[in-house]
């Protein structure tokens, strides 16, 4: 075998197809896998102009973006990727991907273009962008679900509630003790149910107002460390806070998020010192990476996830109020913003919380919504 036969047997093998033009767009050589794309022979593309391979309604565009390449190939890059349908023989047509490589001969320039048949690729992002639709539309309407219902679920509560207090009221002390007790079971009862309620329809909303604004997160901290005041000054909690980043979010669910991890962070101290919280963020390519941490009392590492989870508590009610909703409207928070959450902790020396935002995701909601 001869060098141009090497060549040629080299130039056939490849994976994808190979199609050379001269500086009109016609087509001086193909490889097979041109042959095989397209359902053309070799005989039958040489000399053709290069819109034979793409549907005819794209054929007037293209000659002309075709002809602008040709005359200033040097202000595209060597190899400028694009996606577009191509047409076979029979008239099909098909996804492809090309690349554009403009080579200046002594006399002439040519313009090398490698096709890669993306077909089972556009299928695959089809699958996933319905099934993605799909998911989309089962999340809404599970939340338009728990928020209609827990809104229905208020008022009979709140009857409850008034009539146990107007029973205590007239009839306190006029029972025995178990009935004073049993009154005291259900008013407590129902006093944290419209908490879990109330819990849940902001779990609910979460993503439901998609406007994104400039966040500065260290407003929201001082803003939060006012509202904290009173807890703050029963516990002796102190703050570390470094400089934190102007982010693009939602407002108010980024102070939900701060006030979620701040409170904690005060609630679940060590009975021995004051709690020490510090509050960080470091700026990455992508997203910005904060942090949440303090000397409270931990937390098992076989419960790193379910923490997140709702309504999952690690302690009873007695030992440390609340609904077990925080946590993971906090997750539900950060991933409405592109980022994820996670805890690292050790059991009696404290947990940091971290938590990403993204840049650019927030970025295209903001400019949609501006527009």
């Not at 080579?103 to 695959?124: F, G």
């Not at 098992?300 to 909703?325: A, M, P, V």
């Not at 913003?337 to 970025?363: M, Q, R």
Request: charged share 25%; hydrophobic share 40%; glycine share 6%.
């Amino acid at each position: 075998m001869n060098e141009l036969e090497t060549y040629k047997a080299a130039f056939d093998s490849a994976q994808d197809g190979i199609i050379i033009c001269n500086h009109h767009g016609k087509i001086l050589l193909v490889n097979r896998r041109v042959e095989t794309l397209f359902g053309y022979s070799e005989k039958e593309l040489i000399a053709q102009p290069i819109e034979i391979l793409i549907p005819r309604r794209f054929h007037h565009h293209h000659v002309d973006v075709r002809d602008h390449y040709l005359k200033q190939p040097s202000l595209k890059e060597m190899e400028t990727r694009k996606e577009l349908n191509a047409c076979r023989k029979d008239g099909s047509e098909f996804f492809v991907e090309i690349s554009l490589s403009p080579i200046q001969l002594k006399d002439r320039m040519i313009v090398t273009t490698v096709v890669r048949d993306i077909t089972q690729k556009k299928e695959a992002e089809r699958k996933i962008e319905v099934q993605n639709k799909l998911l989309l539309d089962q999340n809404q309407e599970l939340e338009r679900f728990a928020y209609i219902a827990s809104h229905d679920l208020q008022e009979p509560l709140r009857t409850v509630s008034n009539y146990v207090t107007l029973f205590n009221k007239k009839y306190e002390g006029q029972l025995d003790k178990n009935a004073d007790l049993y009154l005291e079971y259900i008013s407590s009862a129902t006093l944290q149910m419209q908490l879990l309620i109330r819990d849940l329809l902001t779990y609910s909303k979460i993503g439901f107002d998609k406007s994104r604004n400039d966040v500065d997160c260290n407003l929201i901290v001082k803003a939060i460390i006012a509202d904290l005041n009173k807890a703050i000054a029963e516990s002796g909690a102190e703050f570390m806070i470094a400089p934190l980043p102007v982010v693009i979010g939602n407002m108010v669910e980024l102070k939900s998020l701060f006030q979620n991890l701040i409170s904690n962070a005060i609630k679940y101290r060590n009975k021995i010192g004051n709690p020490l919280i510090s509050i960080a963020a470091v700026e990455h390519k992508n997203e910005y990476l904060f942090s949440i941490t303090d000397n409270g009392i931990g937390i098992e590492s076989k419960f790193y996830e379910r923490i997140f989870i709702i309504f999952q508590k690690l302690h009873g009610q007695k030992e440390y109020d609340g609904t077990g909703i925080g946590l993971a409207q906090s997750k539900k928070i950060v991933e409405h913003h592109g980022g994820k959450i996670w805890v690292e902790s050790e059991v009696g020396k404290g947990s940091t919380f971290y938590f990403t935002i993204a840049k650019e995701l927030n970025k295209q909601i903001k400019e949609i919504n501006t527009n």
